[in-house]
């Protein structure tokens, strides 16, 4: 597959704005599939331990397609400096992987 792929990483504040972020990420072919969970997140920030409830979003995609979906993630995110961490994926079956290209291609 030569990391035609990834999954991209994101944490955001709360359920709402998980569900408009994924909405509106699946509503411009930006990915396939996005899946959710809430989390507890801790983390150093302006020089201070943080604590805080996150949603975790794991979002299929292409890698012809990051680029954009990083501008999106980017633009609609409510953090400063959003988390958007991009990992290749190596393998998987097939007919998941050619389902993830079509759903992020151009429309028939």
């Given at each position: 597959m030569n990391e035609e792929y990834c999954m991209v990483v994101t944490t955001i504040p709360g359920r709402e704005e998980a569900e408009q972020l994924a909405e509106g990420i699946l509503g411009n072919r930006l990915?396939?599939?996005?899946?959710?969970?809430?989390?507890?997140?801790?983390?150093?920030?302006?020089?201070?331990?943080?604590?805080?409830?996150?949603?975790?979003?794991?979002?299929?995609?292409?890698?012809?397609?990051?680029?954009?979906?990083?501008?999106?993630?980017?633009?609609?995110?409510?953090?400063?400096?959003?988390?958007?961490?991009?990992?290749p994926v190596t393998a998987g079956l097939p007919g998941y992987l050619s389902w993830i290209a079509s759903t992020t291609g151009p429309l028939a």
């Open positions: 990915a396939a599939c996005i899946q959710m969970t809430g989390i507890r997140s801790f983390f150093l920030w302006e020089g201070a331990m943080q604590r805080e409830a996150e949603m975790l979003l794991l979002i299929k995609t292409t890698a012809e397609r990051y680029s954009a979906l990083e501008s999106y993630i980017s633009e609609y995110h409510p953090y400063d400096v959003p988390e958007i961490i991009r990992i």
